[in-house]
Each structure stands twice: as C-alpha cells, then as structure tokens.
Nanobody, 123 residues
Framework: QVQVVESGGGLVQAGGSLKLVCTVS????????MGWFRQTPGKEREGVSC????????YYADSVKGRFTISRDNAENTLYLNMGSLKPDDTAMYYC????????????????WGQGTQVTVSS
C-alpha cells in the first residue's frame, strides 16, 4: 500500500529556514505529480506547492511564492520543500501527497496522507 512519511519540521524564528522531506513507497513515484499541503487547527487543508512528475513544472501558492522551493529526487522516491524567510503565518502541519492538478486547485490524488510534520514559526 501507499505510505507517505514527512519529516524536517520544527520550531524556527521568523526569517529562518527549514527543509521538509517526504519519502513515498508503494507507488511508482516518478509517475506522479506531488505536492505539499498545510493545515492549521480549525481550517481546511490548503495546497502550498506542487511539482510535476519529471520535476520541470512547479506551482506555488501566492502566500509562499518566492520563499519556498519544491523539488524531487525520483531515484530516491523523495520530495522536498525548502522553506525560507519563514513567517508566523507559515505555522502549520505540513503534509505531502500525490496530486491531481498541479495548480491552485491541487488535490490529493490517491487520498493517502502521512502523519505530517509540524512547522512552528515564532515571531
């Protein structure tokens, strides 16, 4: 079955950086667009960024554009999110998933979520 494991979150001061890592098993990773989502208590999960299967096309939500960079290593079945110039508003649980539609309407294609990794940005 599909398994997704996110890591790399933590507590950081505003202006700092973090690198999130997502490893995926149970699928042919290189065939799937992948994305990062985030969620805060009481709010819906939102798409942050996604990347096509080959890694040549990316999408970023306006709120993170210019600060976050998504990338993937298809040989290692791994997805990354480099987060810079972090703001308190970036505080959330971050999840990765296969996506349908790498755009503002991105959604979880296979319906599988990992446990997420918590990012907390202090002011």
């Amino acid at each position: 079955q599909v398994q997704v494991v996110e890591s790399g979150g933590g507590l950081v001061q505003a202006g700092g950086s973090l690198k999130l890592v997502c490893t995926v098993s149970g699928i042919t990773f290189r065939n799937f667009p992948m994305g990062w989502f985030r969620q805060t208590p009481g709010k819906e999960r939102e798409g942050v960024s996604c990347i096509n299967s080959g890694g040549s096309t990316t999408y970023y939500a306006d709120s993170v554009k210019g600060r976050f960079t998504i990338s993937r290593d298809n040989a290692e079945n791994t997805l990354y999110l480099n987060m810079g110039s972090l703001k308190p508003d970036d505080t959330a649980m971050y999840y990765c998933a296969t996506v349908a539609g790498c755009n503002a309407q991105m959604r979880n294609l296979l319906g599988v979520w990992g446990q997420g990794t918590q990012v907390t940005v202090s002011s």
